[in-house]
């Protein structure tokens, strides 16, 4: 079963047929929210929204660990997540979307193993290549039927947020390769992994990053950049699904 992972914007997911709302008890403490499980584009799948519904809990304290364990729990064999990001590199302006390819990890004092603690082996995962290349493609496949314009790369820069970023920053990020930036991308990917479910992310530009417009960043115009988006994801998640 796909597990659907909804961000800033995506706190419920419209059409979703509801067969059970699932509180799932994990060694870590509560997932953001219950699991909602249901069918979606005619399959089984499981969605989760990454800050509660309603939306209240900020990037850096979500319970990554918590959710990709319940997720686990509760059947899930791939994580599709879905994140708004801020644009740095020129194609990706406001409302674009984006499956990235690669991350950076920017952020510090989160919660990011589940091979914490008293071990009997210290494990590092291989983590060349964030996300699953074959749900990456399916993603992909799923964007064209749906006729968006896209960029099927992309390097995800992970902040610590909630601020947002300074214009050094952006500059920093750029220099480094990176071409969008958001808070919630990491650990999430890393747990994924260290739990061997397949994931990958569509990210929607809601705003350039800083010092990338002249104007300043409000959340008024962000909130309407998702409420725009947000109708796009949905069909495009609804495709990859019926496609699977
Ligand atoms: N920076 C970091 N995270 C974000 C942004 C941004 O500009 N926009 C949406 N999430």
């Known amino acids: ?23 799932v008890p994990t060694p870590y403490g509560d997932s953001s929210a219950p699991l909602l499980k249901g ?14 519904h309603p939306h209240r809990i900020p990037p850096h304290q979500v ?37 990235p390819h690669q991350l950076i990890d920017y952020t510090w004092g989160r919660a990011s193993t589940f091979f ?21 493609e399916r993603l992909c496949q799923a964007l064209h039927q749906c006729g968006q314009t896209f960029s099927a790369r992309g390097v995800y820069a992970c902040t610590q947020g ?16 990176c071409d969008i930036v958001g808070m919630t991308g990491m650990p999430e990917a890393a747990l994924a992994r ?4 397949p994931y990958a992310c569509l990210a929607l530009v809601v705003n350039p990053a800083a010092g990338k417009s002249t ?11 998702l409420g725009r988006g947000m109708g796009r994801v949905r069909s495009v998640l609804a495709a990859l699904l019926a496609a699977l």
Not at 82 to 95: E, R
Not at 162 to 177: F, H, K, N, Q
């Open 39 to 52: 069918r979606y584009a005619g399959r089984d799948v499981l969605f989760l929204a990454r800050h509660g």
């Open 215 to 225: 104007q300043l960043i409000s959340m008024a115009d962000i909130e309407s950049e």
């Open 162 to 177: 909630p601020r947002l970023e300074t214009a050094a920053e952006i500059i920093r990020l750029e220099r480094d390769g």
């Open 194 to 197: 260290e739990l061997e479910l």
């Open 1 to 23: 079963m796909i597990a659907l992972i909804g961000g800033s914007g995506l706190t419920e997911l419209d059409g979703l047929e509801l067969s059970e709302s699932l509180v």
């Open 116 to 136: 914490d603690g008293e071990l009997e082996h210290v494990t590092h995962i291989d983590f060349s290549h964030p996300y699953d290349e074959s749900l990456r």
């Open 63 to 99: 319970n990554y660990r918590a959710n990709l364990w319940a997720l686990r729990e509760a059947g899930a064999c791939a994580v599709i997540a879905v994140n708004a990001v801020g644009g740095i590199h020129p194609a990706m302006g406001s409302g674009h979307l984006c499956v």
